[in-house]
């Protein structure tokens, strides 16, 4: 019923910039707090950043004054603007939202499929 769909991954050398993108679409009330995480092979998932519906943000000590999370509730998309990407930052990058998708005042959390972010040195 609600989907997130992510791009903008890819392959860059040290010290480059990606731009990430997710996008939700379906059928919801409401879209509380949007975010990102990241996975590297053979890691646990981890928190990267995440903003609220007003625009405040918080980040992971791993991106801070790198990472730049923004939202347009317009569109339902939340963006990930890296910068200065480091080799240590290849990983799948999954967006998540919390969704409300009944009447009631509950939310339920969904997952991207990810899309893989590669620095090069």
């Known amino acids: 019923q609600v989907q997130l769909v992510e791009s903008g991954g890819g392959l860059v050398q040290a010290g480059g910039s990606l731009r990430l993108s997710c996008a939700a679409s379906g059928i919801f009330f409401g879209i509380n707090g949007m975010g990102w995480y990241r996975q590297a092979p053979g890691k646990q998932r981890e928190f990267v950043a995440v903003?609220?519906?007003?625009?405040?943000?918080n980040y992971a000590d791993s991106g801070k004054g790198r990472f730049t999370i923004s939202r347009d509730n317009a569109k339902n998309t939340v963006y990930l603007q890296m910068n200065s990407l480091k080799p240590e930052d290849t990983a799948v990058y999954f967006c998540?939202?919390?969704?409300?998708?009944?009447?009631?005042?509950?939310?339920?959390?969904?997952w991207g499929q990810g899309t893989q972010v590669t620095v090069s040195s």
């Open positions: 903003i609220t519906s007003g625009g405040r943000t």
């Open positions: 998540n939202a919390d969704v409300r998708v009944t009447i009631t005042d509950s939310w339920s959390r969904f």
